[in-house]
């Protein structure tokens, strides 16, 4: 089987190339459904070449979803692999900076993140079905809004639901320079927070002014004090505005709060501890107020994770690849909804690459070939 995969991979790698450049070549930035869809389309035109079953999940106001299905009569526990068609680009980047390879590198709006792992996703089920693997179904799951954190869907809500019966789930989110792999990822959680204090004339009575950027400077600095680096709980106020002009003591003053985290039950702590921060007055005089804007969950470490590791290490040294390591990151992906739904699940699987969401970033162009292999490989070994 290993071996039928490798030849498979090895005599695919121009069809893989063309799939991986149509792909980056069709813009798809989440707000652009008519791209999120034609993706999902070329994904659908290419995998009904092996008979795969597939379902598009018609999204209103977001890219589509696609939902396929390898080997669907055989009556076990499915293997998931999952994936978004969307990208953080806003029209006309492919025409500013088209999928171009340069020494080794592939360069284009998403080729990382993650046209190239959907590549990865797609001719891995291709070589499963020549290799006649039929012990059990296989069910590519790719989303048209990760970007956007579904807002605009109930994507995250099917994620669970597509999840729930399967036996474990690749993610192939970007992948990482250094050929490791993602275990677990911190939750994030956002909040606003809003001071009102009492505006004054700053020269003739500043005396009767109660300055709400005064009031907010403290609490700042109390926030940042509560980072917990032993448990992984960090704490940062990313914007901050306040008052209009100088010579009147400020009567507003807003932040807006990052918080992330590794465990679920940690979330009421992190509530509390805001909520402590803003009933406690530095400047009398002053009212605060606390508001949690979004939530994202964290891809937690289950029992089954460390297990499931080991396969893909295995997988990986098999083909001659360094054995990746299982890392922990602060950056969020859908491999927390999977794990929600009580499934080991290993994230980061596409090809590897570097600067993602940005104009600089790029996919190493072997890794795509030797991630595929080792993808096809796992699967046949859960
Ligand atoms: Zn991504």
Known sequence: MRKQIA??????RDAMMDFWRQLVQIESGSANKAGVDAVARRVQEELDTIGAHTEIHEMKRAGNMLVSVLNEDVPEAPV?????MDTVFPDGTVADRPFTLRDGKAYGPGVLDMKGGVT?????MKALKEAGWTKRPVRLVLV????VGHRNSDGNQQIMEQAWSAVATFNCESGRLGNEVVV???GALTYRMDVT?????????PEKGRSAILEMAHKVIAIQNLTDWQQGTTYNVGVISGGTVANAVPDTASILIDVRYLKKEY????????QDVAHTNYVDGTKTSLTQLSCCIPMERMAGTDGLLAKVQEAYASFGMPRPSGIIVGGGSDSAYTVAAGVPTICAMGVEGSRHHSPEEYACV??????AKALAYVVTMV
Not at 80 to 84: E, M, S
Not at 366 to 371: D, F, K, N, P, V
């Open 7 to 12: 030849v498979y991979i090895e005599e695919h």
């Open 80 to 84: 998931l692999l999952l994936g978004h």
């Open 120 to 124: 990865i996703a797609v001719f891995a």
């Open 144 to 147: 048209g809004d990760e970007e």
């Open 184 to 186: 677990q990822r911190k």
């Open 197 to 205: 204090g009492i505006a004054a004339h700053a020269g003739n009575e």
């Open 267 to 274: 979330v009421p702590d992190i509530e509390a501890k805001l």
């Open 366 to 371: 072997e890794s795509l070939y030797a991630r």
